[in-house]
Structure formats: C-alpha cells, structure tokens
C-alpha cells in the first residue's frame, strides 16, 4: 500500500485553455470490489484530454459540466493495491504487477494524471515487459484502432483506406490491418511514407490530394473496401470507399450519410482489458514526442495544441 495518504494529481479547474489545469494534492483514492490502485509510471497526452479541459465536451452532452474534472486516460504502471469486496471475483491481478490500463469515464474527479488512479480490473492489462513510456501510448489510441477493424469487419486480401495515418490511431492501424492481412493505403505527408511503409501499407496518397476518392479510386480500381478515417475527413473518404463497402469515423460529429450501400460506422471507445492485452504483445510500434513531469502538464497541452508532433507526450509522476 502507498508510504502516504495523499498524492499529487492535475485537474481541469473549469473548462478553458491550458491554464485552468491545476496541480493539486488530494487523497489517495481507494480501490472497491473489483477494481486496482495503480501506482502511475506513465499517463499520456490525448486530444481528447484537450477537449476535455476545454469544455467542448461538456458543451456537447458527451459528460455533466463539472467544477472540476479529472484529466487522462491512459496509464502504465504498478499495482499499489487490489480491492476486495463480497462482490468481488478473484482477481488475476496481484500487488507489484506491472501494467497497462486506460479509464474511459469522462466526468471523474480524477483521471490518470495523478500519482495513483483506481480503475476496474476489467480494464487493465498486464505489462509483458514494454518500458512503462512506450506502454502508456497504447491504450487509447491501440484500442481506438483495434476496435474500428473490428467494426469494418474486412477479409484478409481486402484493401483499407487509413486517413490521417501518420497520426497515433491512423499508425496503429495501419500495422494491426498489416497484421490481419489487409492490403493498406496509408494517406499522409511525403514525409511519412517511409514509416507507413514498414508499418506495412502497401500504397500511399498524398495528404492533400484535391480529391482523394479519385486518388485512391486510381490505385484501386472501384475504390477501397473499407475506410478507417482517423483524419475526421468524412464524405472525402467515403467517397474512396466502393459501393456497399464499409467506413468507420473515430472523431466525433454527425458521421457521413451512408451512400452507395455503405457501411457507415462512428466509433465510441470503450476499455478492453482483454484486447489491451493482445494489443501489448503484437509489437505494435510505439512513438513518443517526448516525455514530461506531471508539474508541467499545461505545457504538454500547449504543445500538443500547436500541433505538428510525430508521437505522443508522456507524463511521468
């Protein structure tokens, strides 16, 4: 169990830019039945910890406005202690565990910014040895892209469209369709063509192709059957999708019509231990911006606001 009862975690003290994000000291929180303090080695910066601290979410009915709210989802870290409970199940977790977990409840006094974070077990994966850095950048973002694959729902020898590949979720998914033997068409900048190709996309297409159905539409006759658009770009790459294909959106927003007969899918992430588990042993390729103390937490949000970075920032306690 922790030597203290009280530790430092960073909060969103209302909502606006990074300035509202507050380092503060708040008690240890306790684990319930069914769930593991995690001792916090690493938690990175998402996007959506921005639109969070911003109140865009709150603004759009996806969490209730609060005072305060707890930033970060993802975290790598030790098991500090294991709740136990008459509702509980045995758990496979067990104190000393090196692992990865990510909290997918927005409105929350405390997310993973913090020296210690509670979560349910059924959220936490364990750590098969990955450096605790490299971990953190995979739960959010690897499950993001696992479980879009899973929704175009695509046979190996099928062609996939990434949008916005050179980004964390567009790079993740690039390599797990790889791996699932789908023929990948990575769009990014010039660039990045050389990593998508040892991520294993087998084509690319420019960033800013004018039109990017026609682009792809030139590389695969009759269009792609699917499109996984990490890049938000909506009826753009539909439209490099054929007809009765399949698309998914991870961005937020009225997804596209579903034209032609096409699957059109939005995905909301939820936390998978299980898959977060296969997802720490496929030797997905991490990459990190740069890594930061937790004190400085509002400048990582600057940062990652001025755009421009290959990789994640990581927060380290």
Known sequence: ????????????????????????????????????LIRVHAATVNPVDLVTRSGALADAGLMTP??????????????????????????????GQNVIGMRDLLDRDLGTYAEYVVLDACAVALNPGLDAIAAATLPLNGLTALQSLDL?????????????AAGAVGGFAVELAAARGLRVLAQASA???????????????????PDLGAAVRALI?????????AAG???????????????????GGAPPIPLRGIRVHQQWISADGP?????????????????VALHHAADAH???????????VVLTP
Do not use: K
């Not at 000291?25 to 769930?35: E, F, K, M, R, S």
């Not at 930033?71 to 098991?79: E, F, L, N, R």
């Not at 695509?154 to 916005?164: I, M, P, Y």
């Open 191 to 209: 660039s990045d063509e050389a990593f998508l190709r040892a991520a294993g996309a087998e084509w690319t297409v420019p960033r800013d192709a």
């Open 66 to 95: 609060r005072a305060s709210t707890g930033i970060g989802w993802d975290v790598a870290g030790v098991v500090a202690a294991v709740g136990v409970g008459e509702t509980d199940v045995a758990s496979p977790f067990a104190l």
């Open 152 to 164: 175009l729902d695509l046979t190996a020898g099928d062609t996939l469209l990434v949008t916005g």
């Open 1 to 36: 169990m922790p030597i203290t009862d009280t530790m430092r975690a960073v909060i969103a003290r209302g909502y606006g830019g990074p300035e509202v994000l507050e380092l503060v000291q708040v008690p240890i929180p306790v684990p319930g039945p069914g769930q593991l």
């Open 233 to 251: 770009l909506g009826m753009r790459a539909v439209a490099a999708v054929r007809t009765r294909g399949a698309y998914v959106t991870v961005t």
């Open 221 to 229: 006759p009759g269009g792609a059957h699917g499109a996984l658009d």
């Open 275 to 291: 898959a977060l588990a296969r997802l720490a042993t496929a030797g997905l390729t991490p990459r990190i911006a740069d890594t």
């Open 302 to 312: 600057r940062r990652v606001e001025r755009g421009g970075l290959r990789g994640r």
